[in-house]
């Protein structure tokens, strides 16, 4: 990759949606759908200005001259643009608004996206693309949806946009307050799909993990933030300790009992303990028990060192207030470790009754544990089942493994 692609690369991942926001600012009269053309057109303009002339001092500034003065344009063909001084507008510097506008308006669009007259899958989708700034085709493996899903989806959300104008209006406190638990759903949605899909080259899970706490940290610098921020924001740098260490040199996925924990970084747990204590308040949230369960897990210097009781007790907490078949699992394998063996098993195989049943993550659990018991037959039986329901080839590997143990 030449060096103009990857300043324009980098300049899309960082200004992407800011741009959009932009524009969309600029004037009542320009659309998601019209500024988000318009700043794919100030992208292409780059690629091809900067072969020709070189990168500018100001990128950022540069394209956003480009985008303005393209929008200028726009508005002039729709008759829509009656500035008597529209040659002050028509500049060629590069006057890029204030970094910290840029923070704001990253917050706005965050907030915008998770509209209440928008769906779930809509919000997701429109936020990965405005707000973490990523391709169509990272969307897609983020998700685990086809290209044309992720583009029916965005169309759909752009025409309720459009024939609703709901977007980036201004928001009352109280309206930002009740948006607030939806973006904190979000956030935590798109980091644990970072989180997640930990395989190596096949998807971005390294940049979906980092935008979700680049916009938590965002939220806690604002006057937005509560305590279940803090607590998110805690509970997001405690499972990002483990990142490097997820996936091997080799690119094989290594669980939480094999991980070489010299890879944790440890200053996030110190960063996590910080926030943990800010979150500190009568109403605890399922990310305050989330939170203490990832710090347990950081604590200990080994896997035969954790603290499995405890995290079994907070998982049943967690569970009363928050009753979940992911969480039920997360429980059941704690309760293992807890040596309440035939409680852990009761319990995951109840979970084969629900929708869980279909899920890689099931299978791959009581395939493993049985392992461990030395009931080879049943583990087969589970792996077998594990392997046909990812599409990860990480996994698959990580699968293939154990069922050579067997």
């Known amino acids: 990759m030449n060096q103009e692609q990857q300043a324009v690369?980098?300049?899309?991942?960082?200004?992407?949606?800011?741009?959009v926001t932009a524009m969309l600012q600029f004037s009542r009269d320009i659309d998601l759908e019209t500024a988000e053309d318009l700043v794919q057109d100030g992208f292409c303009t780059a690629l091809y200005t900067w072969?020709?002339?070189?990168?500018?001092?100001?990128?950022?500034?540069?394209l956003y001259t480009v985008c303005r003065n393209n929008a200028i344009n726009t508005l002039k063909k729709n008759?829509?643009?009656?500035?008597?001084?529209?040659?002050?507008?028509?500049?060629?510097?590069?006057?890029?608004?204030?970094?910290?506008?840029?923070?704001?308006?990253?917050?706005?669009?965050?907030?915008a996206c998770v509209h209440p007259r928008l769906t779930s899958k809509m919000q997701v989708v429109i936020t990965l693309k405005y707000v973490a700034n990523l391709r169509m085709e990272s969307i897609a493996k983020a998700l685990g949806?086809?290209?044309d899903g992720i583009e029916k989806i965005l169309t759909r959300a752009k025409d309720r946009i459009r024939i609703e104008n709901i977007f980036l209006k201004e928001l009352t406190p109280q309206q930002l307050k009740m948006r607030l638990p939806i973006v904190h759903k979000i956030i935590y949605l798109l980091f644990n799909e970072g989180y997640k899909a930990n395989s190596g080259k096949e998807?971005?899970?390294?940049?979906?993990?980092?935008?979700?706490?680049?916009?938590?940290k965002c939220l806690m610098d604002s006057h937005?933030?509560?305590?279940?921020?803090?607590?998110?924001?805690?509970?997001?740098?405690?499972?990002?300790?483990?990142?490097?260490?997820?996936?091997?040199?080799?690119?094989?996925?290594?669980?939480?009992?094999?991980?070489?924990?010299?890879?944790?970084?440890?200053?996030?747990?110190?960063?996590g303990n910080y926030y943990f204590h800010q979150s500190k308040c009568e109403n605890v949230s399922s990310y305050h028990y989330e939170a203490a369960i990832a710090y347990l897990h950081c604590r200990a210097k080994n896997f035969a060192d954790t603290d499995w009781e405890t995290i079994t007790h907070l998982y049943e907490r967690l569970l009363h207030d928050n009753p979940n078949p992911f969480i039920?699992?997360?429980?059941?394998?704690?309760?293992?470790?807890?040596?309440?063996?035939?409680?852990?098993?009761n319990m995951l195989h109840q979970l084969e009754h629900t929708f869980l049943e279909r899920s890689y993550l099931l299978h791959l659990t009581l395939g493993k544990l049985y392992l461990q018991e030395e009931e080879y037959n049943?583990?087969?039986?589970?792996?077998?089942?594990?392997?046909?329901?990812?599409?990860?080839?990480?996994?698959?590997?990580?699968?293939?493994?154990?069922?050579v143990k067997n």
């Open 9 to 19: 690369d980098n300049l899309y991942k960082s200004h992407f949606g800011k741009m």
């Open 51 to 62: 072969k020709q002339k070189g990168i500018p001092e100001n990128p950022a500034g540069w």
């Open 79 to 111: 008759k829509a643009f009656k500035n008597p001084f529209e040659e002050d507008h028509l500049i060629s510097g590069e006057a890029e608004p204030d970094e910290s506008i840029f923070d704001d308006r990253k917050l706005q669009l965050l907030f």
């Open 145 to 147: 949806i086809t290209v």
């Open 203 to 216: 998807i971005i899970r390294q940049e979906l993990c980092e935008e979700s706490l680049i916009m938590t």
């Open 224 to 271: 937005i933030s509560d305590h279940e921020t803090a607590a998110l924001y805690a509970l997001l740098l405690f499972n990002a300790v483990r990142l490097n260490a997820r996936v091997t040199e080799a690119g094989e996925l290594s669980d939480l009992g094999e991980q070489d924990r010299n890879l944790w970084n440890y200053d996030l747990i110190f960063l």
């Open 328 to 345: 039920k699992l997360n429980y059941a394998v704690a309760m293992y470790y807890a040596s309440q063996k035939q409680a852990a098993f």
């Open 378 to 403: 049943k583990s087969d039986l589970h792996l077998t089942k594990a392997l046909s329901l990812t599409n990860f080839q990480v996994e698959k590997d990580f699968v293939k493994k154990m069922l």
